[in-house]
């Protein structure tokens, strides 16, 4: 039997230099491609589920074969005793084993051979062929080990075994997901090659006419003898190159040698949010006029400042930071990464307007910085939810003293090249933030943070930066009586980062007159996706203090989507950005959040399962708020009416609009105004209060007399009928691939039927696979990984992966009386 302490001890410590750039060496069609390949597929995996399996794995083991990244504790069912807590999304971690055979051609054995694994949640250790490689706690940050010494090369196989703990719980505030829930690659390279992370590029100085860009490349040397070698690096745009410079080196056996290069880009193609250009640097190393090695990184050129005055200024040009913080779970389908889902919840968010992302509050997945580089968001790339003190029993604090320095260095070299990135994060909310020992950590994190890059400020997510436990919050700023947070006086920081405190923004400049300012997490308002109240300024909110019961709340843990229910520390979307989009020195902020997330289910507990913060719901529906930021967000004509328009004869109802690009908006009921309405100060909504008839509800915008938009909403019958609508008609059959199709319940007439909560059942023929489930309700218990779900208001998700062969995917939905529906997806 496999037991951890009969295994080897010997760990293989692998001496991480350099970093990739934006998006590290991807597939290649050259000599090379073998540098980096997947290592996802067929993997067997166990659930230690009983109580004799204990810390073991045998020859009486039971294994299912699947591929990574997985995600096993979101193929659960909901568990109110789970102990991972409703913060936990109610799902249960475990122990879980992961094993898998491989073959190393015989060509290999006089190269290095490494496994990377993108994150492995949470506790990993490592085998192959029995020898021990290395423990890592961190779920969340990447690492690598060198197999060379352990590996049989040819017809021989081996083994690799991957230990992951995730039973003690709970050791996160919101869902995490268990197991290798990122990517595994197997790196292959010359004995002389560019190390892991081994590129970093800077531009020190950029202007419309010319760019200086900086290279410093890590090249390590496992031959046993001295090396003589050129690096030469080429930038390409666009597979045209535009520069190249090139070194003669010497370098020792078994060292390490850092190359400093040097070129310029004349008239460079700026990166920017609305046109997120790149460049690729390419790194080869040759011996005796040979290639033996080959290295591709993206990068971006552009030059940005945050100014006291001004706040965020990119490439000359002042640009409001309009951001959301998004967790790492992709809703039903839990933690498990996919490029395309990630892709999907960008989409949406620039739809929306959003230009930027906060990575809260753990270093983020390399698939997402890939995509925010190509798609041009302005990044917050977040390290720690916590120091040494914990914010729950089991969590990070426990390993802080041991792994936050390696963590931290790790997470640098990986990422501080992306082009998306601009801002470096070394903790949210954190407990010790009242402290001297807080400030001391801060400073300590802070000047470790610039050791590797010192291209991008610090900031924390503080809540909040100054002391806000008075009775008169805008008094004691007039009296200049302020009790600064230590982290914030500690002077480690280059932005001052507030989460919520509102109230405050205003006079940031006279609290903190030479450190630009941040909003790192905002709003915190609450809704649930199509749930109303009728009467918006009726609803029940949360009571005075944070810590009483949500007791008044409404029925089934609902929360209506008017924008009017708040946290008690945060604040309605609109109420925030007011104050955000008033001033120029208020660089930007990020919502919380863009999307729903598992766990966390504020206000509510169990049954709830999922939070109510997001502007989008679990599904990927919008909210109806998203409108009110897209009419503000956006150079899109918007107009949006809600809420829907069944109930009570009699009943009166608050009809709002958010609108842009007019002057009024007027609101016809059957054909009969009910009035003109516009905007007055500030006001970012029009509203109607008006007695419910049946019928139609029209909404006419208008600019100088003329129309703009006009958007109807009508009385919907009975549930009749099912239809599909997908978000890509045609993916890709590489076994990964997804296409998003949402289910909408309508009435005979066609018409949303937005009370409908019927279960739909689905089927799917053909090479592919349903891979999710959801409706966006966070009080639903039912599996995200079933063939059947029931709506919320209207609307289901259901996820289909494509297989590995092309060819017709049909999927149909059906529903006990109602009329079925089928769509036919192509995978080619």
Known sequence: ?????????????????????LSSCSKKEDA???????FNSDWSFHLNDSIKDKDTIGASTTWRTLDVPHDWSIEGQFDEKSPGGYGGGSLNGGLGWYKKTFKVAAADSSKVTSITFDGVYKDSEVWVNGHYLGKRPNGYIGFQYEMTPYLNYGD??????????????????????????????????????????????????????????SFETTIQNKYTVTKKAIVTTTIFKNDTQVTSVTQDITIQPNTNLVVNQASDVETPVLWSVEAPELYTAVTEISIDEQVVDQYKTNFGIRDFKFDVDKGFILNGKQVKIKGVCLHHDLGPLGSAINTRAIERQLEIMKEMGVNGIRTSHNPPATELLELCDKMGFIVMDEAFDMWKIAKTKYDYANDWDKWHEKDLVDQLRRDRNHASVFIWSIGNEIPDQWSESGAKTAIELADLTRKY????????????????????????????????????????????????????????KKNFPNVPFIATETTSGLQTRGYYDAVSDTIKKWPVRWDLKFTEGNPGNTVSAYDQVQTPWGSTHEATWKIIKKHDFLSGMFIWTGFDYIGEPTPYEWPSVSSYFGIVDLAGIPKDVYYMYQSEWTDKTVLHIFPHWNWKAGQTVDVWAYYNKADEVELFLNGKSVGVRSKKGDDLHVMWRIPFQAGTLKAVSRKNGKTVLEKEIKTAGNPANLKLTADRSTIKADGNDLSFVIVDILDAKDILAPNANNEINFELKGNGKIVGVCSGDPVSHESYKGSKHTALNGKCLVVVQSGKKSGRLELTAKSKGLKQATIVITAE
């Open 1 to 21: 039997m496999h037991k951890r302490k009969n295994l080897s001890s010997s760990l293989f410590l692998l001496t991480l230099v350099g970093i990739i750039l």
């Open 32 to 38: 090379f491609a073998n540098r980096k390949v997947s």
């Open 156 to 213: 021989k196989e081996n083994e690799i075994i991957v230990k992951v703990d995730n039973s003690k719980q709970p050791n996160s505030r919101w869902y995490s997901g268990s197991g290798i829930y990122r990517n595994v690659w197997i790196e292959t390279t010359d004995k002389l090659h560019v190390a892991q992370w081994g590129t970093y590029v800077t531009t020190p100085k950029v202007t419309a006419e010319k760019a200086s860009v």
């Open 453 to 508: 890059d010192k291209t991008r400020p610090i900031t924390a997510g503080m809540n909040p930066p100054v002391n806000m436990n008075i009775d008169d919050v805008t008094l004691q700023f007039e009296q200049a009586n302020v009790q600064f947070n230590a982290i914030a006086k500690s002077g480690a920081l280059d932005i001052i980062g507030y989460n919520y405190a509102h109230q405050t923004y205003e006079h940031h």
